[in-house]
């Protein structure tokens, strides 16, 4: 197992550490003190009447400070790869570098750490600082010399010796480099969690490197994500995203044909009015409780961002739909509490223990319902139940999502608008074969809408999109025969599921969550041996899902047909090697 870099176990003082670009004034102090260091304590360069040291590369260089209070604890210097040189060059020829200088390779140099704060935290969060700068300004290596008494350190971080050392006064170096991938593969977790807690983290990039979150769509991959090979969709089965089987309404696609040529140059309403006029007629609302957006993502973003901070303590169902926890805890860092649900209950929600813990007067409680990836759903007399408990000063955030497939009389819409913490997440995507358009709305009390209306930016949903939730809205006939016939494709792909050792969570929605069968194979080999006969499926792992557990889609019945075939191939072949076949259970 490798190593992680850990904090020291001393703290520096009473104060927090604060970590920033040095300024003038810093550098003043950081010349004075690399010569107390590296001229009178390890006789590296020889003592000067300035008692200073600087060099060339100093103009080149970027410095992260430490400071403790008001006083510098440490420093660590930068060399971008644009400077001319590097200091290692000074020891050793271009050509023995272990490392080409490239725009993506930097030198770190000069990890200095004050006399009265070696032993702290200060060393390490110099080290992170300076990874984090060369990842924000697109580096992946960093090349450096380090001190013979302190290279345990160094390597522990990740840093591997080229072998070649180098001497500098009374001082051995060893010549060492590393890739921004080692370095940050032994960083952990725990640890970065203590910095955000107990540093001030002034740097002009987050403390955490952007990681996007993660869906499904891969079978993009397999069709070409620039699209120059569209044909291909019709070789791969997309049941690793949740998109409708059945075409968007005839109503849908009639507008879009008609007026397409319009429609792809013609700016949009910048408010979508029309588009919410027709929502809140269709739902019984009004408008002014309504707050559009491009998919529920737009929303949770621009919602949740706006509502919450750091210490706000937010209570999430687990296992449910990632980007919330994405959002909650990578984007924002939100303090969550996981409301565990539980397999051998078929993942339902028990009320009663969810009104309990919203006693504990969260900022925000996130309920997904359908919830997704279980497919499992609260009815509105229960959830009711709940939110009679939830204080005043709790915002409730009900996904509503899949709710047509259960009946729009589920929906807490009506509700959320009367109230003043409760807000309704709806997509248009899933229920509405629209996708690919990415139309979405919120509902809520005027004074929550209101905040969020005075921050969403003009033209949120497209024209083309727009046209198409209107047009869908007015088709309920349509869809409603499309919601009949997914549930009795799901119950046929259920039964189909079950007779090949699935355990299936039973559902409301257009997916089923499934167990694997016990068969020698992990979920991740699975999913990629279907893959390899183009049929997608959903690892829900990353979803609060840990027991050898994927999401389908439903589709039409030959597909579901299909995809049961390719599933009984890939679990025969794991169970008794390839060429031994059962028959595929049919679908009724």
Known sequence: MKRQIEFEQRRPTGHSVTLRLANEED?????????????????????NDVHALVDALDEANVYLVAHVGHE????ISLTPPTAPLFSVEKHVTHDELPLKRNAELFEARLLTVCPRYRGTLVATLLMYGALRYVEANGGTRIIGIGRHEVMPVYRKVGFETSGRDLQSGAVTFHLMSATTEQLRARVNPWWLARAEREVNWQLPFALRPAVPCFHGGAFFEAIGEEFDTLWKRRDIINADVLDAWFPPSPRVIGALQEH????????????????????????????????????????????LRQWLTRSSRVLL??????????????????????????REDDYDVNV?????????????????????PTGRHVAPSELRKVLRNVPVCTRVWIDETYVEYVGTEQSFEQLASATCNIV??????????????????????????????????????????????????????????RYSETHRYRDE????????????????????????????????????????????????????????????????????????????????????GPGVQRPVPALA
């Open 352 to 372: 009663e223990a969810l009104s309990a813990a919203l006693k504990l007067n969260f900022d925000l409680v996130l309920l997904v319902n359908p919830n997704s």
């Open 493 to 576: 792909l259920d039964c189909g599921l079950r007779r090949l050792g699935f355990e299936v969570t039973p559902a409301v929605a257009n997916f089923l969550l499934c167990h694997l069968p016990a068969v020698q194979i992990s979920v991740a080999e699975f999913v990629q041996r279907c893959r390899a006969q183009n049929l997608f499926l959903r690892d829900v792992s990353n979803m609060g899902v840990s027991e050898r557990a994927i999401r389908i889609a439903v589709k039409d019945r030959a597909t579901n047909g299909k995809m049961l075939r390719i599933i009984r191939d890939v679990l025969e072949e794991s169970h008794h």
């Open 72 to 75: 510098l604890a440490g420093f």
């Open 424 to 481: 309704v997440c709806k997509s248009m995507s899933k229920v509405y074969a629209l996708s690919g358009l990415r139309a979405a709305y919120l509902c809520g009390g005027r004074h929550l809408i209101d905040e969020l209306r005075g921050i969403t930016p003009p033209w949120a949903v497209s024209l083309p999109a727009q046209v198409a939730a209107v047009n869908a809205l007015q088709d309920s006939s349509y869809y409603q025969q």
């Open 317 to 342: 169902l687990d296992p449910t739909y990632g980007e919330y926890a994405h959002v909650l805890e990578k984007v924002i860092g939100c303090q969550v509490t996981r409301f565990r649900l539980h």
């Open 27 to 47: 550098r003043a102090s950081i010349y004075h003190v690399r010569h107390e260091v590296y001229a009178e304590e390890l006789h590296q360069h020889t003592t």
């Open 260 to 303: 397409l040529s319009w429609l792809t140059r013609t700016s949009p309403p910048a408010g979508c009015a029309g588009m919410l006029r027709v929502i809140a007629e269709a739902r019984g609302l009004d408008e002014r409780c309504l707050v559009p957006g491009g998919g529920s993502s737009d929303l949770i973003f621009l919602a």
